[in-house]
């Protein structure tokens, strides 16, 4: 296959396709539902385990600068606070140095599917010397239905999930500018990915971990479209 590198869109404004790189011992398993795995955001941080192509030390966390601030109870500062506190996540202070204010805004630990929006071998290699398999899944609507149907049954747990092609930019940002979702955004050293994410969530208080869990892939269009 010589390569899709262009997101193609549906009539939702939904990727069309999208691509799964693995290694080829865990393909078939994939492509029958037999198994699936989910990480983290958390789990993405850890360079020395993923290495850096894969791992990112910022993942889910989105610096935010020039804030013109007194101190953290000045009226400016609360402002960009609050907006950094939606939805109950985190914030934290980096740093403060004279009158600027440093954010750190880290998102809380979340699962994450991550797959590619277009096919190009260069990803895998990228990626890790042993992704030799690439999944092609064409209906990506059904596939995430399923990975969530899944995936709740797997946590004992109702659930929901949120699914996004990554944005790639510069992840410190003015306090003035909107704030991106950290969960769907990443450095733009990263963009060769082409990374559509799908986050998984329950109202389980257990802790967030990796998860390898069985899904229904009849509905999911999925063939093996490259190997190494």
Not at 162 to 189: H, M, N, T
Request: net charge negative; glycine share 10%.
């Amino acid at each position: 296959m010589a390569g899709e590198t262009e997101m193609i869109l549906d009539k939702n404004g939904m990727p069309a396709v999208i691509y799964k790189f693995m290694p080829g011992r865990f393909a078939e398993a994939f492509l029958h539902g037999q198994s699936v795995r989910v990480g983290t955001l958390n789990e993405f941080r850890r360079t020395e385990l993923h290495g850096l192509n894969k791992g990112d030390s910022m993942e889910g966390i989105v610096e935010v600068k020039g804030v013109d601030s007194k101190g953290t109870d000045d009226p400016e500062f609360a402002g960009v606070r609050h907006r950094l506190n939606r939805d109950g996540n985190r914030f934290r202070i980096g740093s403060i140095t004279g009158f600027d204010t440093a954010v750190s805004f880290e998102e809380a630990n979340i699962n994450i599917f991550c797959a590619s929006t277009a096919f190009d071998a260069k990803i895998a290699a990228d990626l890790d010397p042993g992704y030799d398999r690439c999944i092609r899944i064409g209906n990506v609507q059904g596939f995430i239905a399923a990975l969530l149907e899944g995936f709740c049954r797997a946590s004992l747990c109702p659930g929901e999930c949120w699914s996004a092609a990554v944005r790639y930019l510069d992840k410190r940002v003015d306090g003035r500018d909107p704030i991106p979702d950290g969960r769907f955004c990443k450095g733009s050293e990263f963009s060769l990915q082409a990374e559509f994410r799908i986050a998984l969530a329950t109202k389980s208080a257990s802790e967030v971990k990796p998860m390898i869990f069985p899904f229904d892939a009849g509905g999911c269009d999925m063939s093996v479209c490259w190997e190494r």
